[in-house]
Structure formats: C-alpha cells, structure tokens
C-alpha cells in the first residue's frame, strides 16, 4: 500500500481502486476488511505525528 501511495502522489486513490491494485503475497485481491484496518492504522499514525 504504501507503494502505491509514493507512486501516485497528489492523486487521491479511492478504495475501489486500492482494492483493485492491492494483492498478497499468494497474488490473491487483498479483503476489503484488511483494506480497511490498514487505512485505520495509517490514518492513527500520521494524526498522533501530527498532533505532537
């Protein structure tokens, strides 16, 4: 995922389209609910970095 953020900066990536891009290491489409969790994740550290 984060791959794909640095390879399209300043372009917005919705879910549908990470979902599309993303796979596991088996090459399978990464769950929707991982997708979601991951966001969750990022979305927690860069508030806590930016809050400090």
Known sequence: ?????????R???TRQRL???LR???EKF???H?????ISRIRGK????GDT
């Open 1 to 9: 995922m984060l791959y794909l953020f640095c390879k399209n900066p």
């Open 11 to 13: 372009q917005v990536l």
């Open 19 to 21: 979902l599309e891009r």
């Open 24 to 26: 596991d290491v088996d």
């Open 30 to 32: 990464v769950d929707e």
């Open 34 to 38: 991982t997708l979601t969790t991951s």
């Open 46 to 49: 860069i508030e806590t970095e």
